[in-house]
């Protein structure tokens, strides 16, 4: 589970791009361009299970492990997609929406 402290991003982040609802419950994407992005074209895409706490402005430890070893393994873009795409630092929250029959609510509208 990653941890509820936002923590600042790395200084090696150029550029943050978040696609969030409009009530800001649900993260259906969260692209970080690196300082690298003119001289690399490597993109990576990372599927997790459902975002925890990074937005524009904070990042989160499991994020950050990604965006570090995307940046040491010379990526210039990551994109970070979630099978569920609710905001929840507890994972037991999705499978609660889904046992209750809220699983479109996890899921997200706007996440095909």
Do not use: W
């Not at 259906?28 to 990576?44: A, C, G, H, M, P």
């Not at 570090?68 to 499978?95: P, R």
């Amino acid at each position: 589970m990653a941890s509820k402290k936002k923590i600042p991003y790395a200084d090696y982040v150029k550029k943050i791009t978040i696609k969030k609802s409009k009530d800001r419950k649900n993260r259906y994407l969260l692209s970080v361009n690196f300082i690298n992005v003119e001289t690399l074209k490597k993109e990576l895409v990372v599927i997790m299970k459902n975002p925890s706490c990074a937005d524009k402005s904070k990042s989160d430890k499991t994020v950050n492990q990604v965006l570090d070893f995307a940046y040491k393994e010379g990526y210039s873009q990551v994109h970070i997609l979630n099978l569920y795409s609710y905001y929840s630092t507890n994972s037991e929250k999705i499978k609660e929406l889904i046992n209750n029959g809220n699983e479109d609510k996890a899921i997200g509208k706007e996440n095909d």
